[in-house]
């Protein structure tokens, strides 16, 4: 009993501690728009490396490792060729998501050239 409660109380702080960080980032976003755009822009910026790093490797060792094994380009063509579909996409939302962020970095930073 005692370990449960050590357990969630180890919780409740952590959530507190990520709650406040979380509520001290949204307040400094909204006080400072620039800073909302650069985050988005990093983070599909990753997104981005991850998909075509993961598309990149399908296409070289013509398999894609999922949970429960891998999907072969051999025997399972056109469920291989779904995922690398969707991984495409994301991939594009990805860049759409980046090209966005660093417009609206722009606009918020007033640089007129």
Not at 12 to 33: D, I, K, M, N
Not at 38 to 51: E, K, P
Not at 69 to 97: H, K, M, P
Request: charged share 10%.
């Amino acid at each position: 009993m005692k370990d449960i409660l050590i357990q969630i109380a180890r919780t409740a702080v952590l959530c507190g501690t990520l709650g406040l960080a979380l509520y001290f980032a949204l307040s400094y976003a909204v006080q400072f728009p620039a800073f909302a755009s650069g985050l988005v822009c990093a983070a599909a910026f990753a997104v981005l490396y991850l998909t075509v790093s993961s598309i990149l490797y399908a296409i070289r060792h013509r398999l894609i490792p999922v949970k429960a094994g891998s999907i072969s380009r051999d025997t399972q063509s056109v469920l291989y060729w779904a995922f690398l579909g969707f991984e495409i996409a994301c991939a594009l939302a990805s860049i759409a998501i980046a090209v966005l962020s660093i417009l609206r970095l722009i606009e918020a930073t007033g640089s007129n050239a």
